[in-house]
């Protein structure tokens, strides 16, 4: 009898500012093909706190709402992150290696009361140079090759990759061709980053693979987004476009939903932010030592 474990690795990443009606007018098969391997639910940003980046990154990385984490906007000061700290911080503390890469400066500088991820095993930021649109892709394009390279090298155990460019476009250009445009791209690269972690999924990966062949590993892949947009570009409100976000994932114990077909099961009826770090120890066969603490619970995971 074969009693071999495969390592298992989860992969997070985040794609500010999408909206999910917007996901029905662009080609995104790499997002497409995580959620046909699991689901792709909406998610409502946690009434606690408006529809910044902010606040609802720092819910998806600590599994707490905003009364707990305490930021309330894209400044981070007088956060409660050293008694809720992010999971990739937490994964390192227990000698686990985590792997953070970000171009927005509170998710991992002391910009702005940052960062956001505190000390994860390996991290890296990268300045936009200059200003605009094309800057932000720019940008994503040096934050995928690292990525890239990382995830291949290193092999981290729990990694968040950020991507920022269709947010910043939809804040300079609107929610038109430019934002839809700009969502093609990071799903582009987003393809990169599965191919590079060998996931099995993506518009590359053999019909009928599922995720977590390279090396032995098992791969659990969570996309998100922190919030949407209105169409003339921007966020900070309570309208119901701006607080709908999404969530998709695949991966070990993760099974396909039909959500795919549009029926969602009542789990997935009710996803929120807070969801992503349970799902993560539990990916990972960690306890949730924390529970009590978290305002989450893990996705149907085995």
Same mark, same amino acid.
């Given at each position: 009898?074969?009693?071999?474990?495969?390592?298992?690795?989860?992969?997070?990443?985040?794609?500010?500012?999408?909206?999910?009606?917007?996901?029905?007018?662009?080609?995104?098969?790499? +997002?497409?093909?995580?959620?046909?391997?699991?689901?792709?639910?909406?998610?409502?940003? @946690?009434?606690?706190?408006?529809?910044?980046?902010?606040?609802?990154?720092?819910?998806?990385?600590?599994?707490?709402?905003? /009364?707990? =984490?305490?930021?309330?906007?894209?400044? #981070?000061?007088?956060?409660?992150?050293?008694?809720?700290?992010?999971?990739?911080?937490?994964?390192?503390?227990?000698?686990?290696? !985590?792997?953070?890469?970000?171009?927005?400066?509170?998710?991992?500088?002391?910009?702005?009361?940052?960062? +956001?991820?505190?000390?994860?095993?390996?991290?890296?930021?990268?300045? @936009?140079?200059?200003?605009?649109?094309?800057?932000? $892709?720019?940008?994503? $394009?040096?934050?995928?090759? &690292?990525?890239?390279?990382?995830?291949?090298?290193?092999?981290?155990?729990?990694?968040?990759?950020?991507?920022?460019?269709? &947010?910043?476009?939809? =804040?300079? #250009?609107?929610?038109?061709?430019?934002?839809?445009?700009?969502?093609?791209?990071?799903?582009?690269? +987003?393809?990169?980053?599965?191919?590079? %972690?060998?996931?099995?999924?993506? &518009?590359?990966?053999?019909?009928?693979?599922?995720?977590?062949?390279?090396?032995?590993?098992?791969?659990?892949?969570?996309?998100?987004?922190?919030? *949407? =947009? %209105?169409?003339?570009? *921007?966020?900070?409100?309570?309208?119901?476009?701006?607080?709908?976000?999404?969530?998709?994932?695949? *991966?070990?114990?993760?099974?396909?939903? !039909?959500?795919?077909?549009?029926?969602?099961?009542?789990?997935?009826? !009710?996803?929120? =932010?807070?969801?992503?770090?349970?799902?993560?120890?539990?990916? #990972?066969?960690?306890?949730? *030592?924390? $529970?009590?603490?978290? &305002?989450?619970?893990?996705?149907?995971? /085995?």
């Amino acid at each position: 009898m074969n009693t071999v474990r495969r390592t298992r690795r989860v992969l997070v990443v985040g794609i500010d500012g999408v909206n999910l009606a917007a996901l029905a007018q662009v080609a995104t098969p790499n +997002l497409d093909a995580v959620a046909a391997r699991g689901f792709l639910a909406s998610v409502v940003v @946690e009434p606690d706190a408006p529809s910044l980046s902010g606040p609802c990154w720092a819910t998806v990385a600590t599994g707490v709402t905003a /009364a707990k =984490h305490g930021i309330l906007g894209n400044v #981070l000061t007088n956060h409660r992150l050293a008694t809720f700290p992010d999971f990739a911080s937490v994964l390192h503390r227990i000698g686990l290696r !985590s792997y953070v890469a970000a171009g927005w400066e509170p998710l991992v500088t002391t910009q702005f009361g940052g960062p +956001l991820f505190a000390t994860p095993s390996r991290c890296t930021f990268i300045a @936009e140079a200059g200003h605009g649109a094309e800057a932000w $892709e720019v940008l994503d $394009e040096q934050i995928t090759a &690292d990525a890239e390279h990382v995830l291949t090298t290193d092999r981290p155990i729990a990694s968040f990759i950020y991507l920022g460019a269709p &947010d910043m476009t939809a =804040h300079y #250009l609107g929610c038109g061709a430019e934002y839809r445009n700009s969502i093609e791209a990071a799903d582009v690269r +987003l393809g990169r980053i599965l191919a590079a %972690v060998g996931a099995g999924v993506g &518009d590359a990966a053999a019909e009928g693979e599922s995720a977590g062949a390279k090396d032995g590993d098992e791969w659990t892949v969570i996309v998100v987004t922190d919030h *949407g =947009h %209105v169409e003339a570009g *921007g966020h900070g409100g309570k309208s119901e476009v701006e607080c709908t976000a999404w969530i998709a994932a695949c *991966g070990p114990g993760i099974d396909r939903d !039909s959500a795919v077909t549009g029926t969602q099961s009542e789990h997935l009826r !009710s996803l929120r =932010h807070v969801d992503v770090v349970p799902s993560i120890y539990t990916a #990972l066969r960690l306890p949730l *030592g924390r $529970e009590a603490a978290f &305002d989450g619970r893990p996705f149907n995971l /085995a």
